[in-house]
């Protein structure tokens, strides 16, 4: 490591440390340090970022408390395996969308955790979605649908993402559950970071589109059974754009 973290000379030894701590987390995201590999001392990441040891130690605390890393005696600090790290802290979901897209550990992770609630997720929201939450549902959907052929266009494709997961936290809060809520907006980084990666490898949004208009129909219905296949046929899809499936979706008939 041969960097240096921009500061000023009024900073605190906590600020610095968050930003030391800020560049760690970037190469342990992008899969520059893997679990199991040990970080420099604390000295030589002193020197080599050109900061104080206390800002180091206050660096190091952190990525500790977040379960990033392990400082043991005599056996220095090593990044820990995946299942170690506080996932659902706004931190570590906001490290994951700005530095986890190479990684497709990370990303395969969030995907699955998707996989794994959000069929459950729509099938709530069916039975409970009130007026209101149905018509969040349908202004994200409204600008999906605007912005869906414009692709070439950073900027539009950004305003689809943006409203995709939009789309997909109306759902979560439509189960009028707390927890459900709170862990759809701790994890909205790490989400949308998938739904961004998704739509920038999707051969075609319109597909998408309809897949969505599907699953806001079945919950508008109060059909809790569709509104589960709605949700697992886009979680396919996005699947097979991210290139963990072999094949995408089924076909919308």
């Known amino acids: 490591m041969n960097n240096s973290v921009e500061i000023s000379k009024t900073s605190s030894s906590k600020a610095v440390g968050g930003q030391l701590a800020d560049e760690l987390a970037k190469l342990v995201f992008d899969g520059s340090l893997a679990p199991g590999d040990t970080l420099p001392p604390e000295t030589e990441l002193a020197t080599s970022y050109q900061i104080s040891r206390a800002s180091v130690r206050s660096a190091l605390q952190v990525m500790e408390t977040l379960g990033i890393v392990a400082r043991r005696a005599g056996r220095g600090t090593t990044v820990q395996e995946f299942r170690e790290w506080n996932f659902l802290d706004s931190q570590v979901s906001r490290w994951i969308a700005d530095y986890a897209a190479p990684n497709l550990g990370v990303l395969h992770d969030v995907f699955e955790f998707r996989c794994t ?51 997909h936290e109306a ?83």
Request: with cysteine; charged share 30%; hydrophobic share 45%.
């Open 171 to 253: 759902i979560y809060r439509a189960t009028h559950n707390l927890v459900w809520a709170q862990i759809v907006h701790i994890l909205r980084p790490a989400i949308l970071l998938v739904i961004k990666t998704s739509n920038e490898t999707a051969e075609e949004l319109r597909e998408s589109l309809e897949r969505h208009r599907r699953l806001m129909e079945a919950i508008r219905m109060r059909d809790s059974d569709a509104a589960h296949v709605a949700a697992t046929r886009i979680l396919s899809q996005t699947g097979y754009d991210l290139g963990f499936e072999e094949t995408p979706g089924e076909k919308e008939t």
């Open 117 to 167: 609630t959000e069929p459950l997720i729509a099938s709530l929201a069916a039975k409970r979605a009130t007026a209101r939450d149905l018509l969040a549902m349908e202004d994200a959907f409204n600008i999906m649908e605007a912005n869906w052929e414009r692709r070439a266009s950073l900027g539009e494709r950004e305003c689809f993402s943006n409203a995709d997961i939009a789309f």
